[in-house]
């Protein structure tokens, strides 16, 4: 098979022909489909020490084959396989069970926080590749599409997608009418923005790239700003006080220090800040105006992908046709064209997902 490894950080992958996974008892092979690119496969692949950190946690090593937002077919399945057979559509969330659901965090129905997490393209073997073996540890987490669901779509349930459904359903509990500032309309932006309106929310958003601003504007984002410096950022926070007043939620999806610092006072009493964005190289904090986060009661939100056990209300929306995600996605490439969307991504001249289709 044919697959994309990263050998050396900072370096072009190395795309070469490789065998095919053998599949042993319990584990399942799948024909990938579709891969999208994350932001977070480029933080890896630049050597960003959070991501390089999970990387050795999770037992994951270079050469290794990258990509987690997978969706793929079953090919094979081990004996003793039971609850998916040859031909179901399938993905996994890029956060997964390492360990069957057997620990507390799985077992209280959060396998994206599990003591023993398996992210592919860290611990074990990605979907840059036409092949992906899914342990048996982690087997019981992928979750069989409905029909009517556009696959490229799937895709993006496993992480971009997903990331955002949990921060506003299980994280901030978004209602119909509340304001949400969004930071960043890439692949996890720009499907925050769908499905906040999916959900009756108002949302404003900024970004870097003015191609993105116009999509988020094409997704229902009611503003969205473009800003290239930290001065036009405080502008731009000055113009949505003045405008709109206080909103109910920030959301970072860029892990943009200076962002994060000027949005926060725009966090109305009891608000909440939500975090998915990673950290670069150098620039890991941000300073919190701790007064005030107290005076203002202000909850303070990690978001980590969607496990497993939440995927039913996604599809329910998908399939009324509640939200269209084709925006969200910038454009469709081969495996041979991964280097040049890691060189795209690194000019920041990407506006949403780049996914790989085999
Ligand atoms: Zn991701
Ligand atoms: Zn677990």
Known sequence: ???????????????????????????????????????????????????????????????????????GEVVEVGDNVTRLKVGDKVVIPASSTGDNRTCRYCMDGNSNVCEHLVIPGYGINGCFAEYMLVPERSVVDLVKIPEGVKPEWAALLSCGFGTSWNAFTMKANLKPGDMVLVIGTGGVGLSAIAIANAIGAKVISIDLNPTATEKAKKLGSIEAYYYSNPEELKKIVDDIMKTHGLVDVVYDTTGNPDAVT?????????????????????????????????????????????????????????????????????????????????????????????????
């Open 1 to 71: 098979m044919k697959a994309a490894f990263l050998t050396e950080f900072r370096k072009d992958l190395v795309i070469k022909d490789t065998d095919v996974p053998k599949v042993e008892k319990g584990d399942i092979l799948l024909k990938i489909k579709y891969c999208g690119i994350c932001r977070s496969d480029w933080h890896l692949w630049r050597g960003d020490p959070a991501l390089v950190a999970y990387m050795e946690w999770s037992g994951g090593k270079l050469p290794i084959i990258q990509g987690h937002e997978v969706y």
């Open 262 to 358: 000027s949005a926060l006072p725009l966090i109305r009493p009891q608000g909440t800040l939500l975090l998915a964005g990673l950290m670069m190289k150098g620039k890991e904090t941000f300073p919190l105006p701790a007064d005030l986060v107290v005076a203002r009661e202000i909850k303070i939100q990690g978001v980590l992908m969607l496990p497993a056990q939440k995927f039913e209300g996604i599809f329910n929306l998908l399939k009324e046709g509640k939200m269209n995600l084709d925006p969200a996605i910038y454009k469709f490439i081969s495996l041979e064209e991964a280097n040049n969307a890691y060189r795209e991504m690194s000019e920041y001249k990407t506006a949403g997902r780049i996914m790989i289709k085999f």
